[in-house]
Structure formats: C-alpha cells, structure tokens
C-alpha cells in the first residue's frame, strides 16, 4: 500500500485507560470523544503522520461523581485545558507488524515525548467495499509528569491514587478517497 488518509471510525475505536486506586484495585474508564489524522501505508508506519486530540471532558469511569471531580481543576482542568493530544515524531519498527511510536503528548498544559508501542492489525474491505485498517497501541504515562498531583495518603500507607495510568487504543480507519 502507499502512504493515504485514514479516517478512525469514532463507533468501531476506543481510547481507555486504568490507574491504581488504593494500592489495591484499579480503576478503568474511557474517553468518548476524540479524533484523528492518519496519514500512512499501515504496511510501513515508519514514514506516518499520526496525529490525536481527546476531549478530556468525555471522560467515563462509570461514576459521575468521579468524572465530574476529575473534570475540576484537581485533575484535568478541561475548561482550561479541554483537549490532551499527541502528535508522532518518530516512528521505528520493532517486528512485524509492530512499531514504537513516540511522539509530542501534551496534557494539562504539558508536552512531553511519550512513546506508544502499536501493532498493524490488518486491512480489509467491509461489505460495502470500503478499504479499512485497523491498529491496537499501548503504552503508559505518568500523570505526575503533566502536573497531575492531586492525592490522599491512605490510613495504611501508601496513597489513594497511582502515578502510572496505562493507556490502549483500539482504532478502526476507513481509507479516504
């Protein structure tokens, strides 16, 4: 394939997270609301634009409580900051079919490079003849990085909320004409 337009299938992709809660459990929610530009060949993503917003408002942990506290100026801040994005800088091939890509991750009002590990899941047409692709990541960030601190020290030791969230993107793409 060549180097061409994707545009991620909002109803067919997914963006979540999980973090630890009280050193003993995690805690995993979703953003909902996200698009991207994908310029690449899904053979060789060496040579790929890879570029994602997220609104940090749509965030889902399935407790509203929770969400609208991490919405606040204690978490994300999403009035003043309503969009946390990456843009790739860098991508290298590690096997087949799997690549790293790092790029610009800016969150909170912080960039910093973070690096996502993605697999090339396949091409295909639908049955409606549209080519598609699809691509799994994963990777991690520490949310102290991106000034993220907000916390409670536990009875027991330790502190209510971890520092790594884990981060998996499952993305679908339709091939642009």
């Known amino acids: 394939m060549s180097k061409t337009k994707w545009a991620v299938d909002a109803s067919h992709s997914s963006i979540d997270f999980s973090i630890r809660h009280m050193m003993i459990a995690k805690v995993k929610g979703s953003f909902h609301e996200f698009e991207a530009q994908i310029e690449?060949?899904?053979?060789?993503?060496?040579?790929?634009?890879?570029?994602?917003s997220v609104t940090v408002s749509s965030i889902d942990t399935r407790n509203s409580d929770r969400d609208n506290h991490l919405r606040?100026?204690?978490?994300?801040?999403?009035e003043q900051y309503p969009n946390m994005t990456f843009q790739s800088t860098r991508i290298v091939k590690t096997d087949d079919g799997e690549y790293n890509v790092t790029g610009d991750f800016t969150l909170h009002g912080v960039t910093r490079p973070?690096?996502?590990?993605?697999?090339?899941?396949g091409a295909g047409k639908?049955?409606?003849g549209n080519e598609k692709v699809g691509f799994s990541a994963t990777g991690s960030i520490k949310r102290s990085d991106f000034g993220l601190t907000y916390n409670a020290a536990l009875e027991t030791g330790g502190v209510?909320?971890?520092?790594?969230?884990?981060?998996?993107?499952?993305?679908?793409a339709s091939k642009q004409a």
Not at 72 to 78: H, I, P, R, V
Not at 114 to 121: A, H, R
Request: no cysteine; net charge negative.
């Open 126 to 128: 639908d049955p409606w």
């Open 40 to 52: 690449a060949d899904p053979e060789d993503l060496t040579s790929a634009d890879i570029r994602f």
């Open 114 to 121: 973070e690096t996502f590990t993605v697999t090339f899941e």
């Open 72 to 78: 606040t100026g204690d978490f994300f801040n999403a």
């Open 160 to 172: 209510l909320i971890g520092d790594e969230v884990k981060v998996s993107l499952e993305i679908e």
